[in-house]
């Protein structure tokens, strides 16, 4: 009985049966593709990246300003390399030029973890330099007299940055990160050059083989855009509340 | 040996509590501190004043190494000034400041900026920290602001907050950088109470500003500063109604008909 009626309460089969064409033209090219299963690897690509490039990248802004000049110019040069370099090229050498050394210990067990994790590593190096200069901007909305007083009651630079000043920068560049972060959500399907399973990848594959191209694209623009509205929306209100009043 | 060293050491540091002996700075080819000597005793309170640019912020700054010297010593308790790093860290807890921007923490409410040194810089325990910010907050006066953020606060008041983080370090002593020249003119004096308060209490101070009032019922002694030079020192009394120096006086003249 329950399972008849829930049949019943599934109906949209049985509209597809009585206008079949409607169901041929509407949804007939995403049958047989795992496109959940392509962004659901989008996602994993974003989170991943997103939480090594804002350790990494907080690290490299704390080298540019550190009093340390070598960390300094170590942090300096990384930042003006890296993002000035196409991130399809990082990605690749990261798989090309990577590969080997990874390939020793990972790699021939599964070659789609190695390229997932290789896109990762190439997403987070490129990602970290954008995050840095976000970061150090906001260190720069930071008064000096805050850092000095953390100094005068003893905090060593370390806490100083760590107690004070990051948290203050943070807040500061709240909008700045979420735009680095739908960069990077969409800067994903570059992994698509190494053959990572990503949205990207299964939108190339299908518009090879199915006819309907401009609903195909539609369909994993608008995937993308209900990835990063949210994400602009939610970050926004975040920044507004947290907010450092002086 | 070493023992002898130390205990030599702690006899003459039972009066001089800060010394400093030729210290020079530049700020480029600017000569900002000039060959000063200054010996101030344990529970003196000196009063330095002088015209804007003269180093009597640096001088402050010098004293807990904000500003590194170019030459000459400062001593702290018979312990000299360490460069960089733990040891210098520790040193700077013994010496609060007092700023004239307050610079309180600004995401940090009233009870963790009292809270933070306590428990980052001495290890004290939680508890015990919070205790301490608390009595040190009904000391100055401010116990009902704890759970405020410093925005939230008037300028008098988060001063008095900036006084009770300084002395929750447990301080030697305690350096004020003019405490009240960015305040209302109706809120210096709650700032200037909880001062005179604190000298009388026996504290360590060095205090920057122009206030005539509490140098004359707080002060022991005046340091008279022009071009990076201490020019002239003595009571208060003394200073005010009869300077030695012919800066002190046009100095005094300036300040008194303005
Ligand atoms: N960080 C700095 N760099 C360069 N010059 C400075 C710096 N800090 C202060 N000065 C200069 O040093 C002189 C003394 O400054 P300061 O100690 O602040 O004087 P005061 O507190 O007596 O007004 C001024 O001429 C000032 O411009
Ligand atoms: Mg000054």
Redesign the interface.
């Known amino acids: 009985m329950a399972r008849r009626r829930f049949e019943r309460w599934r109906a949209p089969p049985s509209t597809y049966a009585t206008h079949p064409e409607a169901r041929e033209i509407v949804f007939d090219f995403l049958q047989g593709y795992d496109v959940l299963g392509a962004f659901w690897t989008t996602v994993q690509l974003t989170l991943l990246s997103a939480v090594g490039s804002l350790v990494w990248g907080t690290l490299l802004a704390a080298m540019r300003v550190s009093p340390v000049p070598l960390m300094r110019g170590f942090g300096t040069a990384y930042v003006n390399i890296v993002r000035n370099i196409p991130l399809t090229i990082i990605i690749l050498f990261a798989s090309l030029g990577l590969a080997d050394i990874f390939g020793a210990t990972m790699g021939a067990s599964d070659f789609k973890v190695q390229g997932f994790r290789l896109a990762v590593l190439g997403l987070v190096g490129y990602t970290a330099a954008f995050v840095c200069e976000a970061i150090r901007s906001g260190i720069n909305t930071v008064?000096l007299?805050?850092a000095?007083?953390?100094?005068?009651?003893?905090?060593?630079f370390t806490?100083t940055l760590r107690?004070?000043v990051l948290?203050?920068a943070f807040?500061a560049v709240i909008g700045p990160l979420a735009n680095v972060l739908i960069a990077l959500t969409k800067n994903t399907t570059v992994a698509a050059a190494i053959g990572v399973a990503e949205a990207a990848t299964l939108m190339k594959t299908m518009i090879e083989n199915e006819a309907q191209t401009l609903a195909i694209g539609a369909v994993f623009a608008l995937g993308f855009v209900v990835l990063t509205l949210p994400m602009g929306l939610l970050l926004g209100w975040v920044g507004k509340r947290l907010a450092?009043?002086? | 040996m070493t023992e002898v060293s130390v205990a030599k050491e702690d006899v003459a540091a039972t009066d001089e509590l800060v010394v400093l002996k030729s210290v020079n700075k530049h700020f480029g080819a600017l000569h900002v501190l000039q060959d000063i000597d200054l010996t101030i005793a344990r529970g003196e309170v000196v009063v330095v004043i002088g015209p804007s640019g003269s180093g009597k912020s640096t001088l402050c700054r010098t004293i807990n190494r904000l500003e590194t010297v170019d030459s000459g010593t400062i001593t702290i308790d018979g312990k000299p000034l360490p460069h960089e790093g733990r040891e210098l860290a520790r040193l700077r807890a013994d010496v609060g400041m007092v700023f004239q921007s307050f610079n309180l923490f600004a995401h940090k409410t009233v009870l963790e900026n009292v809270m933070l040194g306590q428990v980052k810089v001495r290890k004290a325990d939680k508890k015990q920290a919070e205790e301490n910010a608390r009595a040190l907050l009904d000391r100055v006066g401010v116990g009902t602001q704890a759970d405020k953020y410093p925005a939230q606060l008037s300028g008098g008041q988060q001063q008095r907050v900036a006084i009770a983080r300084a002395l929750a370090m447990g301080p030697k002593v305690m350096l004020f950088d003019e405490p009240t020249s960015a305040l209302d003119p109706e809120m210096i004096n709650e700032v200037l109470e909880v001062m005179q308060q604190l000298a009388r209490e026996g504290m360590t101070m060095i205090v920057v500003t122009h206030e005539m009032g509490f140098a004359r019922s707080a002060a022991n002694r005046v340091v008279f500063m022009a071009d990076g030079r201490i020019v002239e020192q003595a009571a208060p009394d003394q200073f005010f109604s009869a300077p030695r120096s012919d800066r002190a006086k046009d100095f005094l003249s300036k300040i008194l008909h303005h």
């Open positions: 008064p007299g805050q000095e007083a953390a100094r005068a009651i003893g905090l060593n806490q107690l004070i948290p203050q807040r450092v009043k002086r």
